[in-house]
């Protein structure tokens, strides 16, 4: 299991850099053998769900509870259940697959997108990276009125996009 830093940025969005030195992204070559879960939880706050969300116990923080969360990729089975559960939307779930990427993202707005929409992607930042298209909406009871997203685009941005911008369709 990967322990990441425990001290990392306080305020702000993570950057790749960062996300990568805390061992809590997935590298390209993973992504591009299997769906891989990318955890960007850097700030040592004390929430749990992630962990506890997991059926196949693939998440630890453990005590104190303001530890980072650990991901055991060998457990995890990117069912996507911890997605909604997360209350700091900082779980996806991303594939490569050839020239085409996919992820699926916490969405907590309104109104929903359909599978079909023309969207655009954006990073940590909310800046915009690439267009997009959504490919599935999952809005099942158990994940408490998150939806969790599926959208595809360019693979060459996978590192860089956590979800899509809101706004009009
Ligand atoms: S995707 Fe599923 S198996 Fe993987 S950590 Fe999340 S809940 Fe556990
Ligand atoms: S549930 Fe989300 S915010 Fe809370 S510790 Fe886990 S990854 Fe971080």
Request: proline share 9%.
């Amino acid at each position: 299991m990967n322990v990441p830093e425990r001290t990392l940025k306080t305020k702000g969005a993570p950057s790749l850099g960062e996300l990568e030195a805390a061992g809590m992204l997935p590298g390209l070559e993973d992504l591009k053998a299997r769906a891989c879960l990318c955890i960007e939880c850097v700030e040592e706050i004390p929430c749990n769900p992630c962990e506890t969300s997991c059926p196949r116990g693939a998440i630890r923080v453990g005590s104190p509870i303001t530890n980072l969360p650990a991901l055991d990729r060998d457990k995890c089975t990117a069912c996507g259940l911890c997605i909604p559960a997360c209350p700091g939307i900082a779980i996806t779930i991303k594939r490569v697959e050839g020239e085409k990427a996919t992820i699926r993202f916490p969405w907590e707005y309104l109104p929903r997108p359909e599978a079909g929409d023309e969207v655009r992607m954006v990073d940590r930042l909310g800046r915009v990276v690439c267009p997009g298209r959504v490919t599935g909406v999952n809005e099942a009871a158990r994940n408490d009125r998150t939806a969790v997203v599926t959208a595809e685009f360019a693979s060459e941005h996978v590192l860089s996009v956590v979800s899509m911008q809101r706004g009009p369709r």
